[in-house]
């Protein structure tokens, strides 16, 4: 088996872990959460959303969060950004990375930004000639890329065209979506093989949801063909608020777990990330879905 010594994982659970809890999590708590995971070894932590509050309430307290937070220099903090209002508030946050966002399916994007994709680019290339002026690196997020919760199946055409859209921009990464947990390992296999031949790998991410339990299998065969940038969130927390099922992120300690064991280095310590998820599940005051924390949860042996 062909694997890569060592892989980046990038936390999304302030942003997209807690976009999608209805229960109301105290900013300060929000802050304390994300200083613990500044401690684990992660290199790359996603802290929340510009988005509009009335969208996502949840977030709503993101400027506050972003001044909140201890820095740790070792550390990229990135927000999630839609437009150039929201670039103004990021860059108050003096945030180090700006994330765009839009999707590979048409109904998708509309429920999500409510705009066509034609009508995003140009929204979106604005913000990326703002960040990049201020000397922020961009990520872009694409997401529906292997099924839409209202279209179905996406052709690879089109998120080869929204891919090829995003890196004329001149962004600096693009995660590929798997926003309603859809993707089967054959069905990775064939569009990174695709992708992978128009654009770098070096470039390209992935983030899995698990909601029918194949991430841990898609991350494995994405490994397998070079890949080495993951999105997951802490706990298994998240889901998309305009993606019905969606439940369930990628979990980073089972990630981590997986990882380990095959002797693939993240730099990340384990025991310091179980800290940091018992302390977000006892705020949230209920157990978190993924592997690792349910075994916590009643008190086992998680290493």
Known sequence: MQLPQNVTIKEVGPRDGLQNEKEMIPTEEKIEWINHLSDTGLSYIEISSFV??????????????????????????????????????????????????????????????????????PVLQEVVEGAKAEN????????????????????L????????????????????????????????????????????????????????GTALANVLTSLQLGFTTFDSALGGLGGC???????????????????KGMNIDTGIDQDKLMRAGSFIQDKMDKPLPSHHMQIAYKGGDVT
């Open 52 to 121: 509009h509050p009335k969208w996502i309430p949840q977030l709503g307290d993101a400027l506050e969060v972003a001044k909140g937070i201890k820095r740790n220099p070792e550390v990229t903090y990135a927000t999630l950004v839609p437009n150039m209002k929201g670039l103004e508030r990021a860059l108050e946050a003096d945030v180090d990375e700006v994330s765009i966002f839009m999707s590979a399916s048409e109904s998708h994007n509309k429920k999500n930004i409510n705009k066509s994709i034609d009508e995003t680019f």
């Open 136 to 155: 922020k690196s961009v990520r872009g997020y694409i997401s529906t890329v292997f099924g839409c919760p209202y279209d179905g199946p996406v052709p």
């Open 157 to 212: 055409e089109n998120v080869q065209k929204v891919c090829d859209q995003l890196f004329s921009m001149g962004i600096d990464e693009l995660s590929i979506g798997d926003t309603i947990g859809v993707a089967n390992p054959l069905q990775v296999q064939h569009v990174l093989e695709t992708l992978s031949k128009d654009f770098p790998k070096d470039q390209l991410a992935l983030h899995f949801h698990n909601t029918r």
């Open 241 to 259: 608020p305009y993606a019905k099922g969606a439940s369930g992120n990628l979990a980073t300690d089972d990630l981590l777990y997986m990882l």
